[in-house]
């Protein structure tokens, strides 16, 4: 059996890396609990994963997060997934054992709809996603989860919108062209695409059929307000910016790796700010 060390510690491997917000996350909620533990940032080049990740724990690691662009290529080097990585194709998170097997989870389902729970619709209606790239999957997860009773899929690549449709059942492709109309009638507006992010064109997409209270929400979360979201806010639709989904997709982990759910508060996001700002 491995030695377990007295600090937990754990980390998020990317490349890049530096730009990662986790570290500031888990290490105020390390202190908030008074636990000795730290959660550092590992650049990790693709092709170095396999080999680096055994290392992990027999140097103390509890667990690690994955971001770009390890999250599915991780799969393979598993000893095991659960229901939800093996659904979305990706995990997020890893938890070591004390014997040094890694197994995989994705919170990116459950960040995305924590951060907007307060904020959705009682009747779970017709949901709008745009893009099929890697987000939108943890995402048409968690709305086929919250049980929406239509989900459209929008992307610019059509082919990606039908392969998404296909994998997951209870998704409808729709043509790109469609995006503008067929906001009529929508409870739930996501944009999981990159434009509105900072250096990326903006989104363009003519709001006037989407209902007033239709929330519309952005996975994108800098800026914290996209043009996306500006726009909803002054025709008077509510909004929820990305930021949300990240602090929430992070409490899983921390609960897996040091025994205590932590909580989302304005503080803790203030915190992170602070840290986007620096
Ligand atoms: P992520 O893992 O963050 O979802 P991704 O897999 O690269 O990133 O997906 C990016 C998404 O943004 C895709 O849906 C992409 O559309 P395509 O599949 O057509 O590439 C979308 N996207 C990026 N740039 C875009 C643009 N200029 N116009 C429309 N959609 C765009």
Do not use: C
């Amino acid at each position: 059996m491995m030695p377990t060390l007295p600090k937990g510690v754990a980390g998020v491997i990317g490349w890049p890396v530096s730009h990662s917000l986790s570290p500031a996350l888990h290490n105020y909620w390390l202190r908030e609990h008074g636990l000795a533990g730290n959660y550092v940032a590992l650049p990790v080049e693709p092709s170095r994963l396999q080999e680096i990740l055994p290392g992990l724990p027999l140097l103390g690691f509890r667990g690690v997060n994955l971001t770009l662009p390890h999250k599915q290529d991780v799969l393979p080097m598993l000893a095991g997934i659960d229901d939800v990585a093996r659904a979305i194709g990706a995990a997020n998170t890893l938890i070591f054992t004390r014997e040094g097997a890694a197994y995989g989870m994705n919170t990116d389902a459950y960040g995305f709809i924590e951060n907007i729970r307060p904020h959705l619709p009682e009747r779970r209606g017709k949901a709008v996603m745009l893009g099929a790239g890697g987000a939108a999957r943890a995402v048409a997860y968690a709305l086929i989860q919250e049980g929406f009773s239509e989900i459209l899929v929008i992307n610019r690549t059509s082919d990606k919108a039908q392969s998404l449709a296909s994998d997951f059942p209870g998704l409808t492709a729709a043509p790109w062209e469609q995006r503008h109309a067929i906001l009529a009638s929508a409870s739930l507006l996501v944009n999981t695409t990159s434009l509105g992010m900072s250096g990326q064109p903006p989104l363009e997409l003519n709001l006037s059929a989407l209902p007033q209270h239709a929330l519309v929400t952005d996975i994108v979360y800098s800026p914290l307000m996209t043009p996306l979201l500006m726009a909803a806010q002054s025709r008077g639709n509510p909004v929820v910016d990305g930021l949300g989904m990240l602090l929430h997709q992070a409490v899983p982990a921390f609960e897996a790796w040091f025994g205590i759910r932590p909580r989302v508060t304005r503080k803790l996001r203030e915190h992170v700010l602070k840290a986007k700002a620096a």
